[in-house]
């Protein structure tokens, strides 16, 4: 695979993490606003406070990721060293954060034990709706793969050269290190 392929699908692999993350933001902002619009009889006052806390960490954990992606997938076409090490640090912290608030959701706050009479466990179906939480999981989840895989790829060697400056010309066909140097 040519190296300016490469580079291509690790810049839309970055992008695609970054606009699902925006859509897990999105949503997660969407079902705080249901939450506030709710009215509750049954929940106890304290798991609503905690849904509600659950819901707004996972927005604030989305829009500082959202931001700090964006920004990196700005210069990430760039020929330099600086975006590489940028993604390896930022891409698995950001998959790490993630992954901790998919495991930690509000659901937990909400969820049935069993024994609860038929109009709690619609109320708690409220709280939590079925449509924030099986998009949320899906694109955190996928969103956390791409993170990975970019991170893993930028350790290519082939790609470390293309942001090595300076050091990969597109106007030449690609030979790696051991093709140029004789190899081992």
């Not at 990430?76 to 495991?103: D, G, Q, Y």
């Not at 930028?154 to 470390?160: L, Q, T, W």
């Amino acid at each position: 695979m040519r190296v300016s392929t490469q580079v291509r699908l690790v810049h839309w692999s970055f992008t695609a993490a970054t606009v699902l993350l925006a859509v897990d933001a999105a949503l997660s902002e969407a079902a705080l606003l249901h939450l506030n619009r709710q009215h509750f009889r049954m929940i106890a006052e304290a798991q609503v406070v905690q849904v509600h806390a659950d819901l707004f960490s996972s927005l604030a954990v989305a829009v500082v990721s959202v931001v700090v992606l964006a920004a990196i997938a700005v210069f990430m076409r760039r020929r330099s060293n600086k975006v590489r090490v940028a993604v390896w640090i930022a891409a698995p912290i950001i998959a790490l954060t993630t992954l901790c608030f998919l495991v930690g959701g509000p659901e937990w706050a909400v969820a049935p034990t069993g024994g609860e009479p038929a109009p709690l466990l619609a109320e708690y179906k409220e709280a939590v709706p079925s449509w924030y939480t099986a998009p949320h999981g899906v694109a955190g989840l996928v969103a956390v793969a791409l993170l990975l895989f970019v991170s893993a790829f930028m350790f290519r060697a082939d790609v470390g050269e293309y942001y090595a400056e300076g050091a990969y010309d597109d106007s030449r066909p690609y030979k790696s290190w051991v093709d140029r140097t004789g190899g081992p």
